[in-house]
């Protein structure tokens, strides 16, 4: 199976709590590249983690993105109903050798310094109350992203024999997110700066399962652009841990004004538009000119 040629994007909040004004920044810049590539915007629900999950949040989100007028190609695509792939990936791996039990708590890591040591490496302990980790033989420590330009991640934390599978059992998001994006074909990341670094794990990981014929696939890499995050009037990052208030649906073009101006489009504030068919085709129009 190969990747196919046509850019293929994606929005994939974790149902901890309604979408935001923060979140509709990284939605709506991700909309508006995939169709300002003539391209595909699918929406995932990123639901691996239940003790952070708000009942109904996911419905809420998608009636959200519906009230905004950003409609998604194809069928949502849960993360929870994705295990027979994650743990297809993670047998792949441990016949490879690349991937070990750990028993370390975080305070134990911590205890030993800013970053996991490769404790557990060489240990051979068994399933039974551990995690899993990635052998991190060739971190990629370098990339590009559209916006930042060339990246260096810490190479210590670059290095790191980041979780596949977590003590609790459930699934670590550098495994989920990177099996779902190669199996959903996606060409462009398009999401928070609040990431950017994650993804030095996910390339890796990424070219790891590229190395090891996952699914005799060979995907490319992805192309990386982060956005810049929505702050408060303390400097604090919005985001549903500092309870940042749900977005309104009364109020959808004015919230796409706002996050059109979060995103640096030039006159997004001042554009006339009637409705949130014609704001939406003006923003998209002005992410072609200044953005692509």
């Known amino acids: 199976m190969q990747q196919p040629e046509r850019y293929r994007g994606r929005f994939a909040p974790s149902p901890s709590g309604p979408l935001h004004a923060g979140s509709l920044v990284a939605a709506l810049g991700s909309y508006l590249d995939a169709r300002a590539h003539q391209g595909e915007w699918l929406v995932r629900i990123d639901d691996i983690d239940p003790p952070r999950e708000i009942p109904g949040a996911a419905d809420t989100i998608l009636k959200q993105l519906e009230a905004h007028g950003l409609e998604w190609d194809g069928s949502v695509v849960w993360q929870s109903q994705q295990s027979e792939r994650y743990a297809a990936a993670l047998s792949t791996l441990n016949t490879a050798q690349l991937c070990y039990y750990c028993h370390c708590t975080r305070a134990q890591i911590k205890a030993r310094g800013t970053y996991y040591d490769g404790h557990c490496r060489h240990l051979q302990l068994s399933s039974k109350g551990t995690a899993v980790r990635l052998i991190n033989r060739s971190p990629i420590c370098r990339f590009h992203d559209r916006f930042h330009g060339l990246v260096n991640s810490d190479p210590q934390q670059a290095a ?17 997110v990177v099996c779902d994006d190669r199996a959903a074909g996606i060409t462009d990341i398009v999401r928070g700066e609040d990431l950017l670094h994650a993804s030095a794990w996910q390339l890796t990981l990424w070219q790891v399962f590229n190395d090891i014929h996952l699914d005799d696939t060979q995907a490319p890499l992805p192309r990386l652009a982060h956005l810049p995050l929505v702050v408060d009037a303390s400097g604090r990052k919005l985001s549903k841990q500092n309870h940042a208030p749900a977005l309104s649906l009364q109020t959808p073009l004015a919230n796409l004004r706002s996050a059109a101006q979060a995103l640096g489009l030039p006159g997004a504030a001042s554009t006339e538009a009637a409705n949130i068919e014609e704001y939406l085709a003006w923003a998209t129009d002005a992410w072609r000119q200044h953005k692509k």
Do not use: M, N, P, S
Request: aromatic share 18%; glycine share 0%.
């Open 160 to 176: 790191e024999d980041f979780l596949l599978r977590r003590r609790d059992q459930l699934w670590a998001y550098q495994l989920a």
